[in-house]
């Protein structure tokens, strides 16, 4: 008998819009090299509009956001609530400690799909319109002067598949010495 794995997905959101926060769903598709299947953030390119006034060639790191839900228990002991889906991520998770992993750590989640984190996501003041102070509980400077960022990870797609909530997560670190994750 296997024993379940620890991590897996509470929810999972879309939206075929540039809005900030994303529906839930009874499931999504990632699609290799895209993203989610219907996302207004799947492409090849980045598809995130501050990011294509910049550059609309760069290639897209952030096709599938995921956050781990944890934080939404963290923030409503500081008064804050937050829903899955609410921060525009599109696989809320339990169970892995996302923000610990490094770089190019590859997350097989559900039946056949495998994601590749790429970076931390970098937050927008957006974040306060769902809660006032949300932003500062998500991006701040701690005692070392280190900017800290917990608004969770980016990933791209390496192998689609269809996501539901109670899916399993399995974790792939990657072989040699770990990367730190970097904002992308």
Sequence with gaps: MTEPLPGHVVAVARDDAH??????????????????????????TVQHLSRIR?????????????????????????????????????ITTAGVDLLALPRGTRLEVGDDAVVEITGLRNPCAQINGISEGLMKELVYVDDAGDTVRLAGVMSVVLRGGVVRPGDGIRVILPAGAPEPLQPV
């Design 19 to 44: 809005r900030f926060s994303k529906p839930t769903r009874e499931s999504i598709t990632l699609i290799a090299g895209l993203g989610v299947e219907g996302d207004a953030h799947a492409g090849t």
């Design 54 to 90: 910049r550059d609309p060639t760069t290639p897209n790191l952030r096709q599938v956001h995921l956050i781990h839900a944890e934080l939404f228990d963290d923030v409503a002991a500081r008064g804050h609530e937050v829903t899955p889906g609410a921060l525009g991520e599109n």
